[in-house]
């Protein structure tokens, strides 16, 4: 019997592109604010952009969020938005596949959707990230209002949209808003009809003991060392409050109140007294009842009453989509989303200094959020308008914007970004049809790309030529366009330590040097990378077209 899974299916699937790994050119003339910063904003292709960061920032980026074409059949003024449906998702899968690589096993993957594609792609992501990686919940977020349209003739209009949250691993915690707390929810005056038995000093403070059935109750008058009566019920389960109760209750155990008496208590808890008080039907597998819950202990000691707040599953934000065309000062009609909203994201799944990445920019928004939120950036666009419209909106955020969420979080201005542009392919066909080393390629960024593409970190050692690469298990790389010689080729592995190992790549070599040395290989190029990736290709087609630019009347007011 074959194998079944649980899997969304379309024509194409398992026909994955194997793409290059192609090299980032940094243009310093395009940089702008702090030398030193990391914030990376990138030109190219997202998908070989994203291939051209896997090597070095797997598992680093704590929180991405993506806003794709939403594949509508209605061209937007930026995007090629009428994919056939396997087509958009097929680029869709390759590029959630090397997002999911590029996520951090604590951090939160964010994809904005609407409904012409959004439940294909939950399904698609369940399987990427498993179903145990979508994180409980799906954020719906409203765009519009509907009595504000110029599409009368609709019979449903969109309001909605999604964004499904997803983590790598259950190390991903959100960051979750606090509200102040005051005791008085756990204070509660139990009322006896029997004198005290005794009187302890607890804290500092006088607490009488009252004697009741089984069970042992203090009484402080409702100050916050008091205990609030609370009824429980529900079935037995550690994610239901009711059901940790009984299953602590049910547990049961003796315990000394220092005094010499005996008395029987049902659960530990967290309260002043390192216990909670039951009175209920005393029976097992009971599903109801009554327990005595007192202040935690550790709120009490640090002064702090807080409670947190669950992350909303919906969010009204249709004024600020209608009100955002301007943010930034870059306007970007049909798709553009305000900074309110990736703040919200940003400020749940990210801390300062953490990075976000965004491969499908736009306008600008995530990374200009993460910049006035303190966060690391890697944005990716394709198209003029990273040139346009990207560029000049981070440099407005460096010199101090005061749009969008800026006097929310006090923005003044300062960072920087680097920009880069992603190399042309490694490989082209000379007159001849043979593949060759593209001429556009330097000698050093030849070398970069060939270590890249056999998965070593170009990082040439000033004291061992042969040294321009490594990769984690103490193997090297070397790549010469000049032809090896077995005099050569001894002259490194003289240099070359017990427990090194060595690749060198080379156009042509004498015979029998790729066996001389069992530490060291030698392989031909281009032909030993030939067969690695898929080269010539300069746009998977999911990102940008430039089409003419609708007139006002005829873009819908979201």
């Not at 943010?327 to 940003?346: C, D, N, Q, S, Y």
């Not at 003029?384 to 101090?400: A, E, M, Q, S, W």
């Not at 990082?459 to 090896?484: M, R």
Request: hydrophobic content about 35%; some cysteine; glycine content about 10%.
């Amino acid at each position: 019997m074959v194998n079944q899974r649980l899997e969304l299916t379309w024509i194409g699937k398992g026909d994955d592109p194997a793409v290059e790994p192609r090299i980032l050119l940094h243009d310093p003339s395009k940089d702008y604010g702090d030398p030193n910063t990391e914030n990376m904003l990138i030109h190219g292709d997202n998908l070989l952009a994203l291939k051209a960061l896997e090597q070095q920032y797997a598992g680093q980026v704590k929180c991405i969020y993506i806003d794709p074409p939403y594949n509508t059949g209605e061209a937007f003024e930026n995007y090629d938005d009428n994919l056939e449906h396997s087509i958009w998702l097929r680029l869709m899968y390759a590029r959630v596949r090397i997002l999911k690589n590029l996520l951090s096993d604590d951090g939160f993957f964010c994809c904005q959707i609407d409904d012409s594609e959004g439940h294909y792609l939950k399904v698609m992501l369940d399987e990427i990230f498993g179903r145990d990686g979508y994180y409980q919940t799906t954020i719906y977020v409203r765009v519009r209002y509907p009595e504000k349209t110029l599409k009368q003739d609709m019979a449903f209009h969109k309001e909605i949209e999604q964004v499904h949250i997803y983590r790598k691993s259950n190390q991903a915690k959100p960051i979750l808003d606090k509200v102040q707390s005051g005791y008085e929810k756990f204070k509660y005056k139990i009322e006896t009809l029997s004198a005290p038995i005794k009187v302890l000093e607890l804290g500092g403070k006088r607490v009488e003991v009252y004697k009741k059935g089984d069970y042992i109750i203090t009484e402080e008058d409702g100050s916050e060392y008091g205990l609030k009566e609370i009824w429980a019920s529900g079935t037995i389960l550690d994610g239901n409050s009711s059901g940790r109760f009984f299953r602590d209750y049910l547990t049961g155990r003796y315990a000394e109140d220092g005094y010499g008496v005996i008395y029987k208590v049902y659960g530990i808890g967290d309260d002043r007294y390192n216990h909670r008080f039951f009175t209920g039907p005393n029976r097992e597998g009971a599903t109801k009842g009554k327990y005595y819950q007192g202040v935690p202990l550790h709120k009490l000691e640090s002064g702090e009453m807080t409670r947190d707040v669950p992350i909303n599953g919906f969010i009204d934000l249709a004024a600020y989509f209608g009100n955002c065309r301007q943010e930034g000062g870059a306007e970007f009609r049909g798709g553009k989303k305000p900074e309110i909203l990736i703040k919200t994201l940003l400020s749940h799944f990210t801390k300062e200094g953490d990075l976000v990445l965004d491969s499908f920019l736009g306008s600008g928004t995530t990374a200009a959020v993460a910049h006035k939120m303190n966060r690391r950036y890697i944005g990716i666009e394709l198209g003029n308008h990273c040139y346009t419209l990207c560029i000049p909106r981070l440099t407005r955020v460096i010199d101090g914007d005061k749009t969008g969420i800026s006097d929310d979080v006090n923005w003044q201005g300062g960072g920087g970004y680097k920009f880069y542009e992603l190399a042309p392919t490694l490989i082209v066909k000379d007159k001849y049809g043979n593949p060759v080393f593209s001429e556009q390629y330097s000698p050093e960024m030849l070398v970069a790309a060939v270590a890249k593409i056999n998965g070593y970190h170009y990082a040439p050692d000033a004291e061992a030529f042969w040294k321009q690469g490594f990769c984690q298990d103490n193997s090297f790389i070397y790549v010469t366009t000049q032809y090896l010689t077995g005099e050569v080729l001894d002259g490194i592995a003289a240099e070359v330590g017990d427990f090194e190992n060595l690749l060198i790549c080379a156009p042509a070599f004498d015979a029998g040097l790729n066996k001389r040395y069992e530490n060291i290989t030698v392989r031909k190029i281009p032909q030993s990378v030939l067969d690695k990736c898929q080269y010539g290709v300069d746009n998977y087609n999911l990102n940008i077209i430039d089409p003419p630019q609708l007139d006002e009347e005829e873009w819908e007011d979201d």
